[in-house]
């Protein structure tokens, strides 16, 4: 077999493997997308997506309610002092 | 009559699962031990193969080996785009010398020689296992 000949079918070669491959790899994206797509759409998915806002929901409720507990915590302390001096303001009035 | 119907039912079943497994292991399995097998053939299989039935191609024998050692370089790498690019040139080095094989009328001449092609399938085959691979890492 001379050069040519060789250099020749190894282009050929060369090529056509491409031209193969191109395809194939053109046909596993298309599969991968389309089972990506599948994926994102099963029900599974949907469940775990609501799943995971709720979850964020309730973490950002919680947030809120602790700040809010830690108002009225202050708010029932400032009250039982009030409470306390009052009473015995009242006591002191009964005695007179 | 019914029980060997029902046998041969329950062949046909545990065969097509059998089938169905096999097709997994072929698209899914890691390809590297292959990859390897198929990087040193072409290193030092090819040449001596090449040069002994085809004579003296300077394009087989002194750039296949330096491809199977581009192969196994990036083997040993993590990069499966480097992985890919490697198993494309293998491929094409295979698939090479089915075509110097058919065109020198050797191809069937013979059933060994009909192992260039098992070699280009098998070398395609690895090339698409880690093409799925790399998608399945991009998509998650």
Request: with cysteine.
């Amino acid at each position: 077999m001379d050069n040519s000949t060789q250099v020749i079918l190894a282009v050929v070669t060369l090529l056509g493997s491409a031209g193969i491959w191109r395809y194939a790899e053109a046909r596993l994206k298309v599969k991968a997308e389309l089972k990506k797509d599948e994926q994102s759409a099963s029900d599974t998915v949907l469940y775990r997506d609501d799943l995971k806002s709720r979850v964020e929901e309730m973490d950002a409720a919680l947030k809120e309610a602790n700040k809010e507990l830690l108002a009225l915590t202050e708010k029932v302390a400032k009250l039982e002092t009030e409470n306390s001096f009052l009473r015995r303001e009242i006591d002191i009035l009964k005695r007179n | 009559m019914t029980i060997v119907i029902e046998k041969l039912k329950s062949l046909a079943t545990d065969l097509s699962t059998r089938y169905d497994s096999l097709r997994k292991i072929w698209q899914y399995s890691d390809s590297q031990p292959t990859e390897i097998t198929l990087a040193a053939a072409l290193v030092i299989l090819y040449p001596i193969a090449t040069f002994l039935e085809l004579g003296y191609s300077p394009i087989m024998q002194l750039l296949a080996p330096i491809a199977g050692l581009y192969q196994l370089y990036c083997v040993s790498g993590k990069c499966l785009s480097c992985r890919v690019r490697a198993s494309w040139v293998t491929f094409s080095f295979y698939l090479l010398a089915a075509v110097m094989y058919l065109y020198c009328g050797l191809l069937f001449k013979g059933p060994s020689y009909w192992g260039w092609i098992l070699l280009s399938v098998s070398s395609f085959g690895s090339l698409k296992r880690i093409k799925k691979e790399e998608l399945h890492r991009k998509n998650g």
